[in-house]
């Protein structure tokens, strides 16, 4: 009898050893894990900024797009006025707004965010407005306003790129945008004749 018990718990003791898991198997599995990890997770991340970075280039754009549509198709606004339509943006700020131009001036006055016609873009947490370029005059805005009107559109540049309006017989404006970590930047280019060319990198 006693050698029946010996050899069942030789064999119990070889099964186990056989189908169970040493300890070197199981942190050389741990650390193919951790190290797959460590590929995929940023990876992910900079696809979700260059996606965020992307979409927000083309928010912008449909924006100058949308106004200078409204502007075209003489838009009327709550009040009745046909006005011209325009997209204001500030560097320091993380809006981007399609306004009517109710007063005429050209640029974005008191109210005329609020009125039913507007868009307030916000930005997505991810992306920031890094500069304003004026590429004529390779110049740097703060900020910049452009209505149009028919036929052609009236441009308003305030900010250390200096202040003038008036109708806009050509011109061309870039916006640049990157992720608030700095590693990807994108443009949308502005031309003030209302064109809006393709985005770069």
Same mark, same amino acid.
Do not use: N
């Given at each position: 009898m006693g050698f029946f018990k010996q050899q069942s718990k030789q064999i119990l003791e070889k099964k186990f050893f056989v189908f169970g898991f040493s300890i070197i198997e199981l942190l050389v599995v741990i650390s193919i894990i951790?190290?797959?990890?460590?590929? #995929?997770?940023? %990876? =992910?991340?900079?696809?979700k900024e260059l996606k965020t970075l992307e979409q927000t280039a083309e928010e912008i754009s449909l924006l100058y797009s949308g106004?200078?549509?409204?502007? =075209?198709?003489?838009?009327? #606004?709550?009040? /009745?006025? &046909?006005? /011209?339509?325009?997209?204001?943006? !500030?560097?320091? %700020? @993380? %809006?981007?707004?399609? &306004?009517? !131009?109710?007063?005429?001036d050209g640029e974005l006055s008191s109210g005329e965010d609020t009125d039913s016609a507007s868009i307030i873009y916000e930005l997505p947490a991810l992306v920031?407005?890094?500069?304003?370029?004026?590429?004529?005059?390779?110049?740097? *805005?703060?900020? =910049? !306003?452009?209505?149009?009107? @028919?036929?052609?559109?009236?441009?308003?540049?305030?900010?250390? *790129?200096?202040?003038?309006?008036?109708?806009?017989? /050509?011109?061309e404006f870039e916006i640049q945008l990157e992720t608030e970590s700095?590693?990807? %930047?994108?443009?949308?280019?502005?031309? #003030?004749?209302?064109?809006?060319? /393709?985005?770069?990198w």
């Open positions: 951790v190290v797959i990890s460590l590929v #995929t997770v940023p %990876s =992910l991340r900079k696809s106004a200078e549509t409204r502007a =075209l198709a003489v838009y009327q #606004t709550e009040s /009745g006025a &046909f006005p /011209g339509y325009g997209v204001h943006m !500030d560097k320091r %700020s @993380r %809006s981007v707004v399609l &306004f009517p !131009d109710l007063d005429g920031r407005i890094k500069d304003i370029r004026d590429k004529e005059h390779s110049r740097s *805005c703060r900020r =910049l !306003d452009i209505v149009y009107i @028919r036929p052609l559109p009236t441009i308003t540049v305030s900010g250390p *790129c200096g202040s003038g309006k008036g109708k806009a017989e /050509g011109g700095g590693r990807f %930047s994108k443009s949308v280019f502005v031309l #003030t004749t209302g064109i809006l060319p /393709g985005s770069g």
